[in-house]
């Protein structure tokens, strides 16, 4: 895993173990109008993809809601294990495991919940919905049909919500939404290279379901 690095208002700046998002000031994102609750308690745009479609040709969605709505969304996936994994355009090995993270989704679909939440927005500069575009653009390159956020919650709130300095962060909550563990690079637990989807998290969510 390549050398993390920090992305600030202005400068990216490098870190040792992972990517921090700045925030000077925090701006409300513009009100949005609901659209009809899916079967996974998302706001969705009303698609319907037969169930035994191929899951590489569902639409990839993206959503743009607060941290307090993803974790809302976490308490609506009870009797599944739940994998959210905190991520940004700027932050490189998040970008470098997110394949991984689109292969736990499709291989463990059945019983894993996963979202992917991007905390590019920093209270301040384009909107949550400016964003939106390119970041859209990254999860359709890699299929990510899973459910996907943008934060309309600044990025240093939602690191300060979830006890980290820095992303990457995966947070694995079990049936019951517990949360069991935060992965971070933070205090350098995984080694040099950070953690891994395939030989930390996987295993970990495994655990779980046995």
Known sequence: MKT????????????????????????????????????????????????????????VQLKIQS???????????KGKVVVVDVWSTFCEPCIEEFPQFVELHNRLRDQVACASV?????????????IQPRVLEFLTKHKATSVNFISSTADEEVLDSIGVAAIPAVLVYDQTGKLKKTFTNDNEEYGPTGFRYAQDINPFVEDLLR
Do not use: F, N
């Not at 000077?24 to 609750?37: F, G, L, N, Q, V």
């Not at 941290?67 to 996936?77: F, I």
């Open 4 to 59: 993390p690095y920090v992305a600030a208002i202005v400068p990216i700046m490098m870190l040792a173990t992972g990517c921090a998002e700045t925030a000077p000031s925090t701006t409300t994102a513009p009100d949005r109008i609901p659209a009809p609750a899916t079967t996974d308690g998302v706001h969705d745009d009303p698609t319907v993809t037969p169930p035994d479609a191929d899951e590489s040709a569902k639409p």
């Open 118 to 130: 991007d905390i590019d927005y920093y209270g301040a500069g384009d909107t949550p919905e400016e």
């Open 67 to 77: 941290w307090d709505e993803v974790q809302a969304w976490v308490g609506s996936q």
